[in-house]
């Protein structure tokens, strides 16, 4: 995988292929740092129209009174200090993608304007008379409950019908726990080389700290906390207080010490989860790499809790 490895990161991706290379609107629905806008720009980056321009609108972020000539554009004389045309972020997006993200606050009347962009496929610039031609892919994201905000009046059920022709759902970090070492590994390397830290590795230690961890920041969280860790770790091992500082103390070196038992379960799933990792998932050739077989892994994983599925 490229997005990563766990069985429900792939099932993910393999939808983001699939749909990759159609023209339909795509919503990519997730908490908050689970990589939606990445999904996005993977999916433009494997679609038809790879080479034209990937357009990024945070609705949330956008003033109200700004939105409308932000999206359409406007013309030269629209209204007071529209001195020269503009072209909106729709005409920018050409025949590429255009990606809507926090779509749950867009307002109602730029709703209903959005609606019209998918349904006639045209659009007008602010003061403009002539309707334009949309020819680009309409690509949203939010962590809100749409189904919800349309229930409570605020989101138009006509216009969800149209964004989620196809739905992609972006697990939580906890979802898929294989990946957490995986990225580890992946983003270790990024900042390692940027900083050019004397680290040699992540430790065992912080790994199973990190397996241990919530992640309610989820993947934004994780790169922040490899990001400082990487910069300040004292070395030569990454470790656990490196990535979770705000623990440092709290754990006292009785409580650390786990049963014997314990220490090899722990062990036992780390290294499981490195095979996996650096044999892309495959079950099989994982159990070649650690000298046993299939079925003897599978049962192995069952009893040390780890998620289980192809
Ligand atoms: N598969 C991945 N591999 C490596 N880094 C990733 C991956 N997915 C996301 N990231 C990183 O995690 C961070 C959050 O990703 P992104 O901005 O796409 O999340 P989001 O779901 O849009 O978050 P929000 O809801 O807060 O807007 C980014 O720094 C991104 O580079
Ligand atoms: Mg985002």
């Known amino acids: 995988g490229t997005l990563g490895i766990a069985p429900a990161t792939r099932k993910m991706e393999s939808l983001l292929r699939r749909v990759a290379r159609l023209s339909s609107s795509v919503l990519i629905t997730g908490a908050t740092g689970t990589g939606k806008e990445v999904a996005a720009r993977f999916l433009h980056a494997l679609s038809l129209h790879a080479t034209s321009p990937f357009i990024a609108v945070n609705c949330a972020a956008i003033p109200a009174d700004l939105m409308e000539s932000e999206l359409f554009g406007h013309e030269k004389g629209a209204f007071t200090g529209a001195g020269q045309r503009h072209l909106g972020y729709v005409e920018r997006a050409a025949d590429g993608t255009l990606f809507l993200d926090e779509i749950a606050d867009l307002r109602p009347e730029l709703q209903a304007k959005l609606l019209r962009l998918i349904e006639g496929r045209t659009f007008q610039r602010v003061g403009g008379e002539r309707e334009l031609p949309f020819r680009g892919r309409l690509v949203t994201a939010t962590n809100a409950d749409l189904a919800r905000r349309v229930a409570d009046g605020q989101f138009r059920e006509d216009l969800l019908y149209r964004i989620n022709v196809v739905t992609v759902h972006m697990p939580s970090l906890r979802e898929r726990p294989e990946d957490i070492p995986w990225l580890m590994d992946r983003l270790f390397t990024e900042f390692a080389d940027r900083t050019e830290t004397g680290l040699k590795g992540i430790s ?90 299939r079925t003897t892994l599978w049962e192995k994983m069952r009893r040390l809790g780890m998620n289980i599925e192809t």
């Open 204 to 293: 065992a230690l912080a790994e199973e700290a990190a397996l241990h961890h919530a992640w309610p920041g989820n993947i934004r969280e994780l790169r922040n906390r490899m990001e400082r860790g990487v910069a300040l770790a004292l070395g030569p091992w990454l470790m656990p207080g490196d990535l979770f500082p705000e623990h440092l103390g709290e754990v006292s070196a009785t409580e650390m010490i786990g049963s014997l038992e314990t220490a090899r379960h722990d062990a036992e799933r780390r290294h499981i989860l490195r095979a996996l990792a650096a044999t892309d998932g495959e079950i099989i050739s994982a159990a070649r790499l650690l000298g046993i077989g």
